[in-house]
């Protein structure tokens, strides 16, 4: 009889050396790394997400800052965890430049611009997912080098401007430096628009490059002005990103909407699919086109996810992404049919079974309180409109309670996790005036002043401490932001509701000075257009005067319903730089409804 062999011995698996100095990717998977650069070849030929290099004290220090760190440290979670370097190095040879300006400007782009314009939110990722495009698709690296040059654009603009009447030659110096940044950056743009539609004609590329493509022309044309063109990049991004999602037959998509997570990472990973989640609420505030039978379609998307929320959050991404995905939700619902039927209905309050009562949150972030804690609902016919909006609300709620241990954390340590904290903490608030349509009239905005003052409160603190973290950056490098402007949203739309909601005359100049001092671009949105929007609408109502001081009359400067403007509409004409608003407001002469018309410039 043959002896037999042990399991454990019938098979040796081959001794391979293991690569010290391979791409982060393939050091995870534990396979040997061919260590081209700056993207190995076998991520490329397996499709997968070649994370870069770690420089080599990284390397040595790695296991040790790890044994260190204790339980509690590790990469931020979202919902599906993946390791995510702190440092990483992106190198693209100036073999890939045909000429060293070229070369001067990807350098620019890759230092300093790529960390100004990212997201607060983990801005290392997004970063490195744009640089890795650049370094190896020839159209993504000319569309970074457009943006290096409208940044000079932009800063050689500002210089020309701030020269007084004695630096006239100066002046004119910065001018014409501007003009050339401009012209090279339209020159490049252009080279990356034509290089993409032949990759594209060719299908040499593939999805996750194209939504990649999405981003750096939105990003560039969101930076040039041109906001119609942005937006309709960004929503051929989500239209491509959600075809290739129902394409996916061996999973079940519905477990993975869209924002929330892939439903195929070995072809687009989780946090691209985030990424476009968030630009459709950006996209759904500007401008969105889709019709409202999409919006219904779309109504419930993520509702069996949002469902399973943890109790308490880990950290503020995984926050972040449960609170994107019930904002979609909230602005689908918002504009679906039902919704817009329940607009046109009068509301009144038919009993305790029909009141959605709002937290008691804020007390001491206020400065006033409301005269009641109950939102009134209808008692028309389409109940499941109300039913519905009452679970978004308590879906908000449930988010408030899981994220408030991390913002009470955040606001301990300041820096830019409070910013991060309370960037989230405002957009849930705002998130809740959705109920504002459901009011009868415009007193029953009144309601809501607890949460417009805790939007103040809140961003008056985030700015602050975003001017800190400015300050101790400019000591370290004695150098200026170039650019004032970031791919996501942040504070700016929750203030400007505030401004075009609330009628408390306070609150609403707090929330104006507050957009004077914030001058940023937010995807989008600009803060200058929106103050000046801002500032027409309160000169009509009486709470602002034509020069733009204040009117100061304490906390009794409500204002009055018949000087309220109603049915306020923006059309916005980016190329000749101007906003033209009309509303609707009772004349105090005759009592009836005039129409107001106005031209701004910016």
């Known amino acids: 009889m043959q002896a037999q062999v042990p399991d454990r ?115 290392e990722r997004w970063s490195r997912l744009i640089l890795q495009a650049c370094a190896s698709v020839e159209s993504v690296r000319y569309a970074g080098i457009a943006i290096a040059a409208l940044g000079k654009t932009l800063e050689a603009s500002r210089s020309s401007r701030r020269r007084g009447s004695d630096g006239l030659s100066q002046r004119f110096r910065f001018s014409q430096e501007a003009k050339t940044h401009h012209q090279y950056a339209l020159e490049q743009y252009h080279r990356a628009i034509t290089l993409m539609r032949i990759d594209i004609a060719s299908g040499r590329q593939n999805i996750r490059t194209t939504l990649i493509s999405c981003i750096v022309i939105a990003c560039f044309e969101s930076l040039h002005g041109n906001q119609d063109i942005a937006s309709r990049q960004i929503h051929a991004g989500i239209d491509l990103l959600n075809d290739w999602r129902t394409r996916q037959r061996h999973t079940d998509v519905s477990r993975h909407p869209l924002g929330f997570s892939s439903p195929n990472t070995s072809e687009v990973e989780d946090f691209l699919v985030q990424a476009f989640g968030r630009m459709e609420v950006q996209l759904m505030t500007f401008r969105d086109a889709r019709s409202a039978e999409c919006h219904t379609s779309l109504r419930t998307e993520g509702r069996e996810v949002a469902i399973g929320m943890p109790i308490v959050f880990e950290n503020l991404e995984q926050a972040r992404v449960y609170l994107d995905l019930t904002m979609r939700r909230i602005l689908h619902f918002s504009a679906s049919p039902p919704f817009r039927l329940g607009r046109s209905q009068a509301y009144e309050i038919t009993g305790s079974r029909n009141v959605v009562v709002i937290p008691d949150k804020w007390n001491g972030c206020a400065s006033i309180t409301p005269s009641t804690n109950s939102l009134p609902v209808s008692n028309i016919e389409e109940r499941d409109v109300v039913a519905e909006a009452a679970a978004l ?205 106005e031209v701004l410039k910016w």
């Open 9 to 123: 011995y019938e098979r040796k698996r081959a001794f391979v050396s293991k690569s010290r100095s391979g791409c982060v990717t393939c050091r995870a998977r534990r396979i040997k790394c061919d260590e081209t650069r700056p993207i190995c070849r076998r991520c490329i030929i397996s499709e997968k997400v070649c994370q870069g290099y770690l420089p080599a004290t990284s390397r040595r220090t790695s296991k040790s800052s790890q044994s260190s760190s204790g339980s509690n440290s590790g990469p931020v979670k979202s919902p599906r965890p993946v390791p995510v370097p702190q440092v990483f190095v992106i190198n693209v040879p100036s073999t890939s430049f045909n000429t060293e300006q070229e070369h001067r400007y990807f350098r620019l782009f890759s230092d300093t611009i790529i960390t100004e314009i990212a997201p607060e939110f983990n801005p």
């Open 393 to 597: 609300l308590s879906e908000l709620q449930s988010w408030e309670k899981a994220f408030d241990p991390l913002l009470q954390s955040a606001l301990t340590t300041r820096g830019t996790d409070a910013i991060m904290a309370l960037t989230l903490s405002i957009n849930a608030t705002s998130a809740q005036l959705f109920r504002c349509v459901f009011a009868k009239s415009e007193m029953d905005t009144d309601m809501f002043l607890r949460e417009f003052s805790h939007v103040v409160w809140a961003a008056d603190l985030q700015v602050s401490l975003r001017e800190e973290e400015a300050q101790k950056r400019k000591l370290v490098d004695g150098n200026e932001p170039m650019l004032t402007f970031s791919f996501d949203l942040g504070i700016l739309m929750p203030l400007y509701m505030v401004l075009m909601k609330c009628r408390h005359g306070p609150t609403r100049r707090e929330a104006l000075r507050i957009l004077v001092r914030h001058k940023r671009r937010e995807g989008l949105w600009d803060s200058d257009v929106l103050a000046g929007v801002a500032r027409w609408v309160m000169r009509l109502e009486g709470q602002l005067d034509e020069e733009g001081a204040t009117e100061e009359n304490g906390n009794e400067d409500v204002l009055e319903l018949e000087r309220r403007t109603r049915d306020r509409r923006v059309r916005f004409d980016w190329t000749e730089r101007k906003a033209y608003v009309r509303c609707m407001q009772i004349d105090a002469t005759t009592g009836q409804l005039v129409e107001r018309n």
